[in-house]
């Protein structure tokens, strides 16, 4: 399994950048796809993540409402609309897949069997 993610790059404050992550592999094995992300001397945080069946989402109260994770109807890509961004959102951004089933343990990186290499998301003020 593969997953690589694509679209990063350099956005000032407010703008807008869309991610994609493309699956490869037996991407049957996955229950869930989501978003990490690890700024500058910070932790790797949770972005956001999405039941690839059901299609139910769960969002990081810092990314809700300006940041909308989607995939295709194949659930073998996952996306990353966001906007409004701010400096606060530079980071490099990693794409997961897990194949657990339960939404909100999704939150934790433990829960994910497979990462991306990441791209990096700069945001200037």
């Known amino acids: 399994v593969q997953l690589q993610a694509s679209g990063g790059g350099s956005v000032q404050a407010g703008g807008s950048l869309r991610l994609s992550c493309a699956a490869s592999?037996?991407?049957?094995?996955?229950?869930?796809m989501g978003w990490f992300r690890q700024g500058p001397g910070k932790e790797r945080e949770f972005v956001a993540t999405?039941?690839?069946?059901?299609?139910?989402?769960i969002y990081a109260d810092s990314v809700k409402g300006r940041f909308t994770i989607s995939r295709d109807n194949a659930g073998e890509s996952v996306f990353l609309q966001m906007n409004s961004l701010t400096s606060e959102d530079t980071a490099i951004y990693y794409c997961?897949?897990?194949?657990?089933?339960?939404?909100?343990?999704?939150?934790?990186?433990?829960?994910?069997?497979?990462w991306g290499p990441g791209t990096l998301v700069t945001v200037s003020s």
């Open positions: 997961a897949a897990s194949g657990r089933a339960i939404l909100s343990a999704m939150r934790s990186p433990n829960a994910y069997d497979y």
């Open positions: 592999g037996v991407t049957s094995r996955f229950r869930a």
């Open positions: 999405l039941s690839r069946s059901a299609g139910a989402v």
